[in-house]
Nanobody
Framework: QVQLVESGGGLVQAGGSLRLSCTAS????????MSWYRQAPGKERELVAA????????TYADSVKGRFTISRDNAKNTVYLQMNSLKPEDTAVYYC?????????WGQGTQVTVSS
């Protein structure tokens, strides 16, 4: 059974930090490119950061460059999103995504709320 389980969300003041984790099971994690997406109320889901299978290529949305860092640990089947200098506009549900060819999986999401 495929599972992506996100954790680490919560309520934080502007300027604070959070570290999201997404732990995978039920598939060969190291084969999959991993990404974090987010969706704010009334807005479309958007790509936040992406990392290739062994971390050789990383992509960030312009809005989070310099503040967020994506990383992965293939031995632990886990991808991380370190979020620093958080802003109220970062408030959203954050989703983990795994892609390999035609296979794509999503986590259930974790809420991040940044208060001003």
């Amino acid at each position: 059974q495929v599972q992506l389980v996100e954790s680490g969300g919560g309520l934080v003041q502007a300027g604070g930090s959070l570290r999201l984790s997404c732990t995978a099971s039920g598939f060969t994690f190291r084969w999959y490119a991993m990404s974090w997406y987010r969706q704010a109320p009334g807005k479309e889901r958007e790509l936040v950061a992406a990392i290739t299978t062994h971390g050789s290529r990383i992509t960030y949305a312009d809005s989070v460059k310099g503040r967020f860092t994506i990383s992965r640990d293939n031995a632990k089947n886990t991808v991380y999103l370190q979020m620093n200098s958080l802003k109220p506009e970062d408030t959203a549900v954050y989703y983990c995504n795994a892609v390999w060819g035609d296979n794509a999986y999503w986590g259930q999401g974790t809420q991040v709320t940044v208060s001003s």
